[in-house]
């Protein structure tokens, strides 16, 4: 029997490994860290990330279920990055449930009925030791994995933490960095560079681990699909940034309008830049970044972006990626179920609405 | 010649392969990311840690020289629970330097001219992903070790990664939720708990992971230095909360006041909770917790816990905990210059002044 990719089945045979990983770790801990670490586990997420890797793993002529393990790992491995990325982005709202910072908040005014103040200070220190937790059970996962041999294993660590950690982390302060910037400073290289390395690195990691898990000797393929995966990555995050302006809310699970509170520079928001007038960037610059701005400003901005034009020409370029994503694709591997499998996943990049 | 722990080169070799890799993730750092992630190995600390896993591998019969890739990985991870620590607990002074986040705060006024609040959000942002930072480069000191083999090194991340970590962040959780309880509701054993937790499993694995470099047979031993350097770690906690009350300031690099404003729940505030009068009490509840109590007010609450008494109590603890500790040592091995260095490395816990 062909191994399934069903919505129903495969989140939930991810989520299971997760959950029975989680169960392993929090022995030690109180009831609020089990609830925050376990918190974005309630709602299976899409499982974009474990699919690559074990569609890798089967294009590479590899073993679906021993694969499932680093799948869960990497699902992991994301969450934690969401964890902490929600803290440092003020989020309030994931998959449409608080985000931990803020049920950690919620479970301090509950329990010691603290003020607005402290409550937020508790939630903060709660999300950051999850998200540690939850890198923990990362490395966990792998370094457990019980069908897989230590050579391999310890390659997919090194390769984890000696260049997905500095990648990935690399590229998520420089986006918090760019956000202090002037919009016309903010150059598109170097806004494309901090996609690749944000979310680039990690899809690319999944589709590498997915084909060395196939064989530790197919070093060129895993090199080849990372690069496809990596262009994947760069069309998701465009695709993400699309979704944050013109989204809809109830389907994304969060507000159209926190990219813009928070004053993220996306390449879409400097697309729009060089093409709208004086008097809306003015318009504009007074809601980038300002957590007081109301309903009515922030839908103006929205809608200024979305007059600009830079939407369109944001998913063409979003298309481009992941027309030479589809290219390395075609050239790497013959045609296969698990290849078509990694066409659509890909093409789902830019389909997808939350 | 025999291998130096000499206070001037030991800590020192260890400092350069910590920075040698530094300079390996930071190829993807921003100036600031850099920056944080480096700060706390500016000044080479005291490398308790690392001391303890040469040592056993030394009183094991290992080699030294190859044990310490894993030496410099337990004191990048001990640090990087120090950065997060030190943000949860609103702590400025780290060895007489600033803590990252307010490192980070600083770096941000500097850059971009941020408002205080501004500034202290950006810093607290920086220390959470630097802090990240040093637990990929922990995992990759160990997985990326040349002269030990894939199966030792896998063992090694798979009690670093399915044990140390729960058991230090369920500690460190503990502790945090224990100051928003009332000080006669803290049990001693469930402080002594924490303390295993939050303290002694770390230590713990340097011992094991020490003895498990000098052969993975020697399981048994490993066991045993273990639960050493557990007990060591429980008295190593109890005098942190003495120096806490009554270290010199400039000899521990950060206020003596800060136990106390951040409303540490500790077994020295307990055991004199039990000793003080209900007008005492009533002082020193005002002091614990409050941010913005008065320098009088902490120098009144420090002498009450001084002048109850709790404190010989719990030097007292702490030589007990370092007696059992001595007496596994003694049993554990036969006479050598390691188990000496041993030894002197438990009484140390007691003597050291900062």
Redesign the interface.
């Known amino acids: 029997m062909p191994f399934s990719f069903d919505s129903a089945t495969f989140p939930r045979r991810i989520y299971d490994l997760i959950q029975r990983e989680g169960l392993?770790?929090?022995?030690?801990?109180?009831a609020?860290?089990r609830l925050a670490s376990g918190a974005y586990f309630k709602q299976p997420g899409k499982c974009l990330r474990p699919k690559l890797l074990v569609l890798s793993c089967l294009a590479a002529g590899g073993d679906a279920e021993r694969a499932l393990p680093a799948a869960a790992a990497v699902e992991v491995f994301h969450t934690w990055t969401l964890l902490?990325d929600d803290?440092?982005d003020h989020d309030s709202l994931r998959r449409g449930q608080p985000t931990a910072h803020v049920l950690g908040a919620a479970l301090?005014k509950e329990?010691?009925e603290?003020s607005e103040e402290y409550a937020a200070d508790?939630g903060?220190?709660?999300a950051?030791?999850a998200?540690?937790?939850l890198?923990?059970?990362a490395?966990?996962l792998i370094?457990?994995m019980a069908d897989v041999?230590?050579?391999l294993?310890?390659e997919l660590?090194?390769k984890?933490?000696?260049e997905?950690?500095?990648?990935l982390?690399?590229?998520?302060?420089?986006d918090?960095?760019l956000s202090?910037r002037e919009p016309e400073e903010c150059r598109a290289e170097e806004l494309l560079a901090m996609m690749r390395?944000k979310t680039g690195a990690l899809l690319s990691y999944c589709a590498w681990a997915g084909v060395m898990l196939a064989g530790q000797n197919k070093r060129e393929l895993a090199a080849k699909l990372a690069n496809f995966a990596e262009f994947c990555g760069i069309a998701f995050q465009l695709q993400d940034d699309i979704l944050g302006i013109k989204g809809d809310e109830k389907q994304l699970g969060k507000s159209t309008a926190s990219d813009l509170r928070e004053g993220k520079r996306t390449l879409l928001l400097c697309k729009a830049w060089q093409k709208i007038t004086q008097n809306e960037k003015g318009l504009l610059i007074k809601t980038l970044g300002n957590p007081t701005c109301n309903s009515e400003e922030l839908e103006c901005a929205r809608q200024i972006i979305i007059n600009s034009g830079a939407i369109e020409e944001s998913a063409e370029l979003a298309q481009q990626y992941i027309d030479r994503a589809e290219n390395i694709l075609e050239e790497a591997l013959p045609e296969s179920t698990a290849k078509q499998g990694l066409r659509q996943w890909s093409a789902a990049m830019l389909k997808r609405k939350y």
């Open positions: 392993h770790h929090e022995r030690f801990f109180s609020h860290l902490h803290l440092i301090a329990s010691w603290l508790y903060r220190s709660l950051i030791l998200g540690d937790v890198q923990g059970q490395m966990h370094a457990g041999d230590a050579e294993k310890n660590l090194v984890m933490s000696g997905l950690y500095p990648q982390l690399g590229g998520e302060q420089i918090v960095e202090y390395l």
